[in-house]
């Protein structure tokens, strides 16, 4: 039995390494990303048994990304290798130190592909929680019924259900996105969402406005991401706030799903909603110390870690 | 007057930089390449006046390639950035010391946009030489026109027509190709083809039996790249021979588009064929010399300079 | 008809990348600068027209130069090749990550043989800005002479003149600077000047007294510079102040210039002086945000990045 | 059922990049290292299922170790982190283009541990083929006692044994490698061996008179590894020779390694003696052509890109 | 007659460039490290001379350790190479941007093999400061005799003894610690200690305390190390505060014993005890400000650096 | 007493590390170069014990090339920083994969100090060996009599004296050279030349000819380097030829005056002329199989090291 199932899209990124406009013998870096990637990653480290379903090409980025995947442990047995199309790619230019642009090329490639027949009936009612994002159902027709499927199988399995809203204005308008994850919102246990991303489904204007109007659509925990200024969760009915942990911050990309993976793998240890909290903004606090999305997120042992000084022994 | 005008696509390219399989943290370089921006570069170092036409994104990218091409005295007064569409793509993982292994991200995005309108009547009837490739009439619909449109300016205004065979298999099968290709090798001056690609028009067994071929299709110069083995040329009725300049090889790719460029550049100059053939085995070496598609290019000034030892001076 | 023409020296630049004292194997970046070419990479990269004149050697180092402005699109037409001088040189050792030593190497180089003769009458009048510094007169004699001319054109062609002071130590003293550069402030329209340089023409002790010193010699625009302080700016009679845009600075070099660039293309724009001295913040912003001289200025769609987030989409 | 089991010792590896003597700033890779760490990725790449059985250290070096190699799909179930001791590490001076000279930190430390308790008898009995090699038997009592269970299993179970003699001077005296080795040489179904190695056992003075020598020890088949001559191999009574297959080679280490890999899994797949010896060289083309062990190794669709030219589709 | 001689371990140091968890593929540099080496190269580039000495293998890492003390001028005649046992070696993972995690390779090598026959009773007699660590004793048996050794000979010779405590609690216990080390402080001039190295030897709960406790028990001076908060010392019963000097920092490591280097320069040029902890402040500013234990420390004209503006002249 | 000493320039060295034209964001190293300076660092690392004379800036460069000297083990103690003026540089672009190009700032700067002044008489009298090279009394009058002085110095205290012809045609005309060098050689005891520096005094049209002139004018030994060809030397009349070393070449740099280390450093320990030539031509393949003028020279124990295969211990 595993402890989480993911499922959405997995893609190369190229990341300059330099600040700057790109220009010929630009410097960069080769990784992977994708949002529930990141969630299964930081999981296992944190010692959950966590599975990742999805569709990359047959070729280099695909192998390195399944092969990146069980590097960290996470299972990838339901993940499929499309055969005929590319694995989709992300080209970041780091503008500047602190601003990056990206360009997707994702479009009608092979992680477009998930469908319903990749969701592991067994797998994932096996589970003790299913993770997805309102990005999947953004990608093609048969993605959002993988997650429709996948939330279905849950639902009747008694498996814990969450969602991160993750709104992606290059994928579909608000609109779109608000009439496709309100179901969505309602049948989650728990739902993470930024401002911006809860406001697709309530007008309060406040962070604890805001998780209040989530939770009211069903979730027991709604969890409002605040960026620099922390996070707030409604959890059955009582709210708590949390700061960031302060840390020398190098890339801010990934921030956002290292604290879902952080809270999630927390849930999973049956801590309580303040140290699910904790555990969520140390793991924010790992991903932003280094360069990209899921690098730097942190194993158990290592949690501690940023407490202390930087001291020898 | 320009001395030469060129049309096709351009793409970003993102080349791992040490020999092996993609993984994560793997080192790149970003650049840019294209059969014709890199014959037109080419063209431009060797002094002539060179000018490209074809259509990028308006993104990273494409004012990476822009900027490219102008830094090389490229001109670009026609070239067109698309809204909406990313600029082209080539991940290009560098599996072993000289095996390179390419994905490209290129259907349907702003490369593929390129159509008649973009071919200035006046720029290509005042050129000298308008040169173009087969990779091109693959892009679409709207490309394929474009070449078509360039090649009747040019024919109508009696600029000397060259055209690079350049099959890709991925883009379409040799059927498709040689039915669309033929009438341009018909309409072409030089035309340049290695022995596969010959082999899209003739049954001949032989390089010399292949340039026969292709004159006898129209064209007075036939020109067939051997790779390791030189060229040789039909030119006038005239065969020539031409072997590679030896030089310590970094990077194969671009070799056959230097040796294009530095035919062409030679024959804007008036050299006789054989110099012409000189010229572009000693581009071809440039070519693979230094790393990247058009980067190792020679200046007019730079010709000698694989012929001497390394001296102090 | 351009927007703005400049004239100066630009040099070849070897910038440590590891901050640390030099030491075999140092890893560097080559890469050029120049306080007039940064001013007109500055504002070609924000819509308008740029032409740069000045001497570089006949080396890689000069071929480098040119490209990387033509790359930018600045027009170097009337820029030339110097044969048998090298192009002029500056090493620069990051000593700590925010102190760097640069020693220069330039005395009777390439740059120094700028002379009368390179400025171009007709593009000098048929510009809407001239822009000098304070360094090109101090390069040479004949360098002075081609500042002076330049000047001359101008004011008769009713072109407005930019000065920016940029005294610098190595090349002539206080009082040297004061005696050559008292009159080019006389007859700019537009003064930039720190104040340790304004102090050069005044012994007023605040930045509101000084851009009023300097504007009683002349110009209707005086603007200071004040580093990490921003700028204040007396126009047309009128005081102005500029705070910095916060960013997150890796290279502090280039800033003032940057400043000048931003300030003089919202001028062309025909933009209102608080919003020239907000553009001219921005592009301090963006300078200080990559390293490299002239690497990191925006483009003029670019210029509302660092007011954001940095968010995916 | 897995194919293939090993047990050995895996190190950090610490690998300068550019050629010379060490020296403070000196640029290096790290990554890791082990003998049948190298046999066990390179079977998984060809498609065969492999274990690797060893300790590492609870450490940043064992972790990376663990997780490099489950992302070539290397069942690690078996292995361990030792806590307290850390991780063995080799240093490796690139002296010259082609000469690199190793310094060892392992004596005494994780890897030593390894013992026959860690030899899971399931594992190994169920396997088709238990690799092993002459450097675990001389890391410590323990390792040895692993290596002989490990042995005493697979021949009860009728699993063929794999031994690579693998005599390494700075842990034993040929005297002390050929006491310990003489036994495992005479159980092992197939046995590797440069010519000093085969040596330890034999007086003969030709390739094929050594492969004689040790196949009258017992094994079926006996393979002499010639370097840069290629091999010989004595199978079933009858001798094939090998030549090395042409590439471009960048790190001569981990050839031999890999050699073994693409033999054992040829056996694997069932083929004849011609082709195992075939699958092996060019798994050590592979080797050389990427710098480290086992990062150049070929997937099975790989075999053939050596073969070819490098082409453009 | 030297300034200053040391006697301790000196390591080779290999340090992850980027932050993130190890993993193949991690880029590093290789460079050395020793409490020791620092301070005598920190004296040396202050202008006074300084010898080292020390055991080192005979290998590329002791070699590497020597030319680099040559190379800032320390005086390594009494240093020795020993045979057949390798340099120490202390890997860093850069965990997070600020977060460095060490293994340590030291235990029976080289460096332990210093011995009071290394101790050159002439060099220490002759010099005006010997300075020793609390790790030397913790090595080995001879180690710690040598530090007894030479410690006899310098109050002999009345030289001024300091004492770094640099408890490292990986080496020994606290009890062992501070039993090995009272003695020591009992006889040094001046001793430096964190606030939890003093609570060695005192139960005092504020800095003032413990350097009064300290200097109880014999030293003139006790300096205590603040980190962050900067320092405080008591000299000749005077207590003296000194706050960090502001900088970049860009690597922690390393600023402690840069610290004690800009100390005992200044008390070596005859400074008072406020610019002693100046200088000292200083210097640890410049530690912090370049990655490496001993790379950033400044030479006598560059003490001022940190204190004006980057300007360019 | 030394074993050689050495006097002339060194200078910064800027190389870019990736073949191709200089752009902006090229990659490069610094390091220091000259041919002197190579001979003294691989006189030194052979074993004798070597001193350099010359004047370098007080500048970042110079500071680097005393310390690099250092480290080598050379007596640096009679060189010296002159105030004022910067340290000679050159700038090497690598333009292909085997060719570089190279800029130099030399003209008047600090190395060009060098004076008879410097020359310490006892250092010179005392040493066994004086190498000058036809370089420095290229660089200024102060510098030509340097080389005068020292020769003098030599000569009457019996000091063998080596010249290493080294012609520059950047520095002077030919005629002038040989007009000044011809009494060097006249004075010399070894001689070393390329064919086509040694056709400054001969005609003679082979390298047995050429050596037989060099000879006939003074020298006991005449060494004439003929690059992939190997050398040719006559010593005391008898003819010895050496091929060269194979090896694998990264940078064709500094392999003559490699070889004249070599040459020098076995003529000190005493070797007879067959084994000085060949530690000569050892010498010259480990500088052409690192980059870089004089770090890949070989310590004594490395001699060997090229002869064997790369093996693993």
């Not at 429709?148 to 498996?159: E, F, G, L, Q, Y």
């Not at 309530?202 to 409002?224: K, R």
């Not at 996070?231 to 190098?250: F, I, N, R």
């Not at 303040?274 to 997120?297: P, Q, S």
Request: with cysteine.
């Amino acid at each position: 039995m595993t402890g989480l199932v993911t499922l959405g899209e997995a893609m190369a990124v190229v990341a300059s390494t330099e600040p700057g406009p790109l220009a010929p013998r630009t410097a960069a870096r080769i990784s992977f990303a994708g949002a529930e990637a990141t969630v299964a990653i930081g999981v296992s480290r944190l010692g959950h048994p966590a599975s990742w379903i999805g569709t990359v090409g047959s070729d280099a980025a695909g192998a390195m990304i399944l092969g990146g995947l069980r590097a960290e442990g996470v299972d990838v047995g339901c993940a499929r290798q499309e055969q005929g199309l590319p694995t989709g790619l992300m080209l970041r230019e780091r503008r500047t130190a602190d601003r990056t642009l990206a360009a997707y090329y994702r479009r009608g490639l092979a992680g477009s592909r998930l469908g319903p027949a990749d969701v592991d009936e067994q797998l994932v009612a096996g589970a003790r929680l299913l993770h997805v994002t309102g990005i999947t159902p953004a990608l093609s027709a048969s993605a959002r019924d993988a997650v429709r499927h996948a939330v279905r199988i849950a639902r009747a399995a008694k498996v814990a259900v969450s969602l991160d809203v993750n709104y992606r204005s290059l994928l579909w308008s608000r609109e779109e996105a608000a009439e496709e994850l309100r179901p969505l919102v309602a049948e989650a246990d728990v739902v993470f969402a930024g401002t911006d991303e809860a406001s697709l489904f309530s007008t309060a204007s406040t962070p604890e406005g805001l998780a209040g109007a989530l939770a009211a659509l069903g979730p027991s925990q709604a969890v409002i991401k605040l960026g620099a200024q922390g996070a707030l969760a409604q959890v059955d009915g009582e709210v708590h706030v949390q700061d960031v942990v302060p840390v020398t911050a190098v890339d801010p990309i990934g921030a956002g799903d290292a604290f879902v993976a952080g809270y999630l793998a927390a849930q999973l240890s049956g801590a309580a909603p303040r140290e699910r909290l904790r555990t969520a903004a140390t793991c924010g606090a790992f991903a932003v110390a280094v360069h990209g999305d899921w690098e730097g997120l942190p194993r158990r042992e290592e949690l501690t870690l940023l407490a202390g000084d930087d001291v020898r022994r």
